[in-house]
């Protein structure tokens, strides 16, 4: 896929094997309403089996939000059933997000809140600008972090700190964030961009299908005891034996150059 295609709420750029998605709601902050949802779900979807594709960065339109989390203008209309519906969307589509095949970054270009920092910490790596203000602060909000913050928050920064955050609706700055382990990267406004598309290059420079089972046993493994762990590095591991691209590694190694993968 080359190019890329525009759904109006959300956006996707494509060029050299890297995918660019953006949330593109920038008067509500990039909130996410339910056709915002369903837009994010056809592109991850046609993400999940695009093999041209290494990298995906998913970002916020201007320079105000990443996302601000759900459209509580639109929720404030909704039955409890459409409630229901929509938080059942966001918590797959994340999760969806979350076992693409390929490495994921978040480029945190502004606020990252509620289910906007949900959808960061469904990603790989994230980066943010000096600027960038998260925090998980449904509670405030008379509800709870739905769309999988109560556990991927504990898991990333231990249970007490994401208890300490998600309960007292705490809002943070992007330092205390890289201080928590939350972000991977703080940056100057301007060159969020550019430091997500290093990080990306620097991944696609490496054999994609190996990247692909490298992020699969560390996704599958990191829930399980070491013993199940692993066995799933082990299937991992086998699934690269016979690949093409491990050969070329060797034949490049002997001639003195670099690898050409192909991903195959």
Known sequence: MQGGINLEKVILKVESHL????????DQLNCFDYETLLQLEE??????HDKDIRVVIITGAG?????????????????????????????SVFTKIEELPQPTIAAVNGYALGGGLELALVCDFRIAVKEATM???????????????????????????AKELILTARKIGASTAFELGLINKVVEKGK??????????????????AVTQAKFAVNYGSN??????????????????PTKDRIEALTAFKEKRSPNFKGE
């Open 63 to 91: 320079e105000k939000a990443f996302s601000a989390g759900a459209d509580l203008r639109e929720r404030r209309t909704l039955s409890e059933k459409e409630v229901h519906r929509n938080v059942n969307m966001i918590r």
């Open 224 to 241: 399980v005891d070491v013993k199940t762990g692993l066995a799933i590095e082990a299937k991992a591991y086998e699934v690269i034996i």
């Open 19 to 26: 995918a660019v998605v953006t949330i593109n709601r920038p």
């Open 43 to 48: 592109v991850v979807d046609g993400l999940k």
């Open 192 to 209: 969020l961009l550019d430091s997500s598309k290093e990080l990306a290059a620097e991944i696609m420079k490496n054999a994609p299908l």
């Open 135 to 161: 925090g998980l602060t449904e509670v405030s909000w008379g509800i709870i972090p739905g769309a999988g913050g109560t556990q991927r928050l504990s898991r990333l920064i231990g249970t007490s700190k």
